[in-house]
């Protein structure tokens, strides 16, 4: 195969020109129909659905942003189940106060919470005692029943 064999066909179809007489097929309104917004140029009608309430405004509107809520408190919360395991694998030790900064040396509760709340779900085998801003009563039952003391920080 050689290139003045070839066989190339190429078609120049050149664009439709707009308003150039009627025998052009797409003379006086261009294609455009008659009258109104989108007949004039320069007009981009973005989420317009031709007087029907368009999608935006007929779903609800959801969430709440809390990027200015002022009075939103970061509080970290931990299962009692979650302190057992970590006693277990000598993360964190039961002679020690356990408070928020223990726990955030430990790795168990990230550095952005000012405030520590411990909940009830699961066991206790050892006594420790813990210093925290909220406590449940299932959790605060359980550490006093295993002889640990619990004291909160306002």
Do not use: C, W
């Given at each position: 195969?050689?290139?003045?064999?070839?066989?190339?066909?190429?078609?120049?179809?050149?664009?439709?020109?707009?308003?150039?007489?009627?025998?052009?097929?797409?003379?006086?309104?261009?294609?455009?129909?008659?009258?109104?917004?989108?007949?004039?140029?320069?007009?981009?009608?973005?989420?317009?659905?031709?007087?029907?309430?368009?999608?935006?405004?007929?779903?609800?509107?959801?969430?709440?942003?809390?990027?200015?809520?002022?009075?939103?408190?970061?509080?970290?919360?931990i299962n009692l189940s979650k302190i057992q395991e970590n006693?277990?694998?000598?993360?964190?030790?039961?002679?020690?106060?356990?408070?928020?900064?223990?726990?955030?040396?430990?790795?168990?509760?990230?550095?952005?919470?000012?405030?520590?709340?411990?909940?009830?779900?699961?066991?206790?085998?050892?006594?420790?005692?813990?210093?925290?801003?909220?406590?449940?009563?299932?959790?605060?039952?359980?550490?006093?029943?295993?002889?640990?003391?619990?004291?909160?920080?306002?």
């Open positions: 195969m050689k290139l003045n064999n070839l066989s190339l066909r190429i078609k120049n179809k050149s664009k439709k020109r707009l308003g150039r007489g009627i025998g052009s097929g797409k003379g006086k309104t261009s294609g455009r129909g008659h009258k109104g917004q989108k007949s004039r140029s320069g007009v981009a009608i973005k989420s317009f659905e031709g007087g029907q309430m368009p999608l935006y405004r007929r779903l609800p509107k959801r969430g709440f942003k809390a990027i200015n809520n002022k009075n939103k408190q970061s509080i970290a919360i006693l277990d694998n000598k993360k964190i030790f039961a002679k020690n106060k356990l408070d928020l900064s223990a726990l955030q040396k430990s790795n168990l509760i990230g550095k952005k919470y000012n405030k520590l709340k411990i909940l009830g779900t699961g066991d206790i085998k050892e006594k420790f005692d813990v210093e925290v801003n909220f406590i449940s009563n299932s959790a605060k039952e359980k550490i006093e029943k295993s002889g640990g003391k619990v004291s909160l920080v306002k």
